[in-house]
């Protein structure tokens, strides 16, 4: 496994499982099991993923110690402000089992932002979460929160694939000591990514899978990365990226697959807004 460090020098997994859309339980608590024994030590989940117990109970049972797992969770926008965020962490420590959390995300941009945010740098210096970060964050909200707040964010977490690069948030993120996590490494396997044949010729030529090109191309551009699978043999394909240096031409080949190369950050219409604040948990 390779580690970044991030703005606080706490140590993180290049390379994470995710478990968002996993709702049933038993199902969720068999993928993160065999996910830790195939060798992830990174898993990220959230309040809205409704799945922390399983997790937790996955990590309490796999026979690692507890140090030896980073956990992420999240959260959502109706637990965000200053006593709402206090409360719903202890939640998450709850289900989750565990007395600390490796790493804690607002997980929108919407809401008491900066009430969730005292909240959290408080949880931070007394202990209980070793970073703080952000999720859906634009150019703009990383900004604001980098320089109107005392602890800048550790990482802030993005849709990021090949078609959907980001390179001004990742260009942002950067200019503050912000690093990027990718979710939805693979575009969930819509507009024929899996079919693509830049990323295809690329996959050949190293004798490795799309799945791989794609999280070895994240790697190398320093972008931290949490694929999902429910599937043991896919956790294994994803997990084996270590062993493979893409060239600048391959990497090259992939920026130029870009789709939205001048987007500020997510959606925010209001539609797209609406439709967020209609989750409850």
Known sequence: ?????????????????????????????????????????????AALYQNEEAVGQAVKTSGLAREDVFLTSKAWISQLGYEETKKAFHESLNKLKTDYLDLYLIHQPFGDLYGAWRAMTELYKEGYVRAIGVSNFSTGHLTDFALQTEVVPALNQIELHPYKQHPLIQATNAQFGVATQAWSPFN?????????????????????????????????????????????????????IFDFQLTDHDIAQIQALDRFPKNYGPDESPDRIKHLLEYRL
Not at 7 to 13: A, E, H, L, S, Y
Not at 22 to 28: A, I, K
Not at 196 to 225: C, F, M, N, P, Y
């Open 1 to 45: 496994m390779e580690f970044k460090t991030l703005n606080n020098g706490v140590q993180i997994p290049r390379l994470g499982f995710g478990v968002w859309q996993m709702f049933n339980l038993v199902e969720c608590q068999k993928a993160v099991k065999q996910a830790l024994q195939v060798g992830y030590r990174l898993i990220d989940t």
């Open 188 to 240: 969930r396997g819509n507009d024929g990514i899996f079919k693509d044949a830049t990323l295809e010729h690329i996959a050949e030529k190293h004798g490795k899978s799309i799945a791989q090109v794609i999280l070895r191309w994240q790697i190398q551009s320093d972008i931290l990365t949490i694929p999902k699978s429910i599937h043991l043999d896919r956790m294994i394909e994803n997990f084996d």
